[in-house]
Each structure stands twice: as C-alpha cells, then as structure tokens.
C-alpha cells in the first residue's frame, strides 16, 4: 500500500516532521515532530507542532502513532505534547536503554530517571510490525549513527531519521557516543536490499549549493547517486571517509538540550524545588 504522506519543514533545525495516513482512512501516525525551543532564551514554544495539529483536526485524522526514528541530538521533541492534544502512542527502536545510559551520567540525571526505555509507550526491537489503519509498519534497526536509530518501512516508503539525507548530502555522522561508520555502513546496505522503487523520506535537508528544499528520494536513486554510499563503495573506503568527515564537524548547535529531552520521550526535566525546570550543560565533558 501506498500511504499519504504530508511534510512539515522546520527551517531553524532543517528537520521534517510527517504525518503518515492510510489512504483509506483516517489513521495515521506522526513521525519525528519538533518542539521549538529558542536556545538564547530558553523558552520552548509549540508552532511546529501546532500545524500538524491544524493539518490532523482539518481533515479529521486519527493519530495512532508517535514514532521517533532516535534520540535527536538538533531538535527537541514534541511527542508529549502531541499525544496530550491528538492521542496516540509514542514509540522509538528498544536500543533506546543504551542511549539514556550513556546520557544520563553525562547528565547527572536524577535519581528517579529510568534507563530503561519506561518513558515510551512502546520500545520497538529489529523486525517487529505493527498497524496503522490499514497500513503495515516493519521496525528496522539501522544503528550506527545513534545506537537506537530505527527506520519505519512503512507500506511503500521507509523514513529513515538521519541514517540516510538526500543523495547529494550523503549519509548521517557516527562520532556521537554509540555511533560507528562501519555499523552505519552495513544499515544502510540492509536497506538498500529493498525494491529499487522503495520511497525514502529523509528527517533532515539542508539544501546544498543552494537548491531548493527536497524531503523524498528512492531506494534506487541512494544506490546510484549517494555522495557516500553509492554502489560500488567499499566498507573500508566508507569507514575512511565518513571517519575523516566526522572530525571535521561541529557539534549541532542544540545537542546538548535536546538529548537530555529526547531521552526523556520528550518530556522536560522535572521542576525543581523553586518550581522551574533546567536543562544542564557540562562544562569540559563532552
């Protein structure tokens, strides 16, 4: 089956959130929504998310499903707020526990956090299903960026968090904790065994040389145009490449904020004694 899928581009992180429906009917699941959250201030404000809310209640639409494809380390999460306005139940890959272990020293988390993926509705392993509506979703594990990162193949159409941008932007880097360019490369090889035709939806673009925003792209099109991943690359070139590019690369600007939420499903610090909640920043730590 071919689902419907309506795209929601956050400018300030560059990330997509989608809303994905069974074409015959209303049901449909959100994927990776984002909460936006001005770093100089400190505020978090809900207009992303806001219009998937507008898009769900125009036409009438049933949320099954809040799927996060990882723990984002750009955006901070709407999943929360979401489900308190539409329903549905928020989901995310099993390997989650290994992330909120790493995170949750480096955090100096409180007590009563859990490492033990409790905050989500539903932890994912490599190969389930579930429904929605009509629509048949096959959890897939594809680490390497993240060690909980799961694409959702979903009817004819995998979204793929940032395991995979468009071809002329290549493929996400593996230097965050859990990360591995080798893990990465054999994901990315178990999706590109799928139908050339498949589609991919893509969490993030960020318009390369200029060109106009693109959210789409096929299992065929990755195979043969990847700037990193193409047919005919080695594992090892792979390796030596993605690993040259990575010491390259900042840190994303919101990492820090937005793991410390992600890990939680979203959900803000709980408040302190005075009432207001942090987020806390390590100094020399990272």
């Known amino acids: 089956m071919i689902p419907k899928v309506h795209a929601f581009f956050d400018p300030n992180t560059w990330s997509l959130t989608y809303i994905v429906q069974d074409p015959n009917s209303g049901s449909c699941a959100i994927v990776d ?16 998310a806001d219009e998937v809310v507008a898009k769900v209640e125009a036409e009438n639409l049933t949320i099954e499903w809040i799927l996060e494809t990882h723990v984002h380390a750009d955006h901070l999460s709407a999943a929360p707020y979401l489900q308190k306005r539409l329903g549905g139940k928020i989901g995310i890959g099993a390997h989650i526990t290994d992330v909120q272990n790493i995170f949750s020293n480096l955090f100096n988390a409180e007590p009563e956090f859990q490492c033990d993926g409790s905050q989500f509705n539903q932890l ?18 594809t680490p390497g960026h993240t060690p909980a990162c799961m694409t959702y193949h979903i009817g004819d159409s995998l ?7 468009m071809p002329d932007f290549g493929t996400a880097r593996c230097d965050f904790p859990g990360g591995k360019a080798s893990t990465l490369y054999q994901s990315i090889q178990k999706l590109f065994t799928l139908p050339p035709e498949t589609r991919i939806f893509i969490c993030h673009d960020y318009m390369p040389n200029g060109r106009e925003m693109r959210y789409e792209t096929t299992v065929g099109e990755q195979k ?17 490449m993605r690993s040259a590019k990575d010491k390259t690369l900042s840190m994303p600007e919101l990492m820090l904020p937005s793991v410390q939420v992600n890990m939680r499903a979203g959900e803000l610090p709980p408040p302190e004694v005075n009432g207001i909640r942090y987020l806390k920043i390590p100094l020399d730590a990272v």
């Open 124 to 141: 994912f392993a490599d190969g389930d299903t579930f429904a929605i509506g009509g629509l048949t979703v096959t959890a897939i594990h």
């Open 33 to 48: 929504p984002v909460l936006d959250y001005e770093a100089a201030s400190g505020r978090t404000t809900t207009e992303s």
């Open 159 to 165: 979204f793929v968090g940032d395991t995979l941008f």
């Open 224 to 240: 043969k145009f990847n700037i990193h991943l193409h047919e005919g690359i080695s594992e090892d070139e792979f390796v030596t």
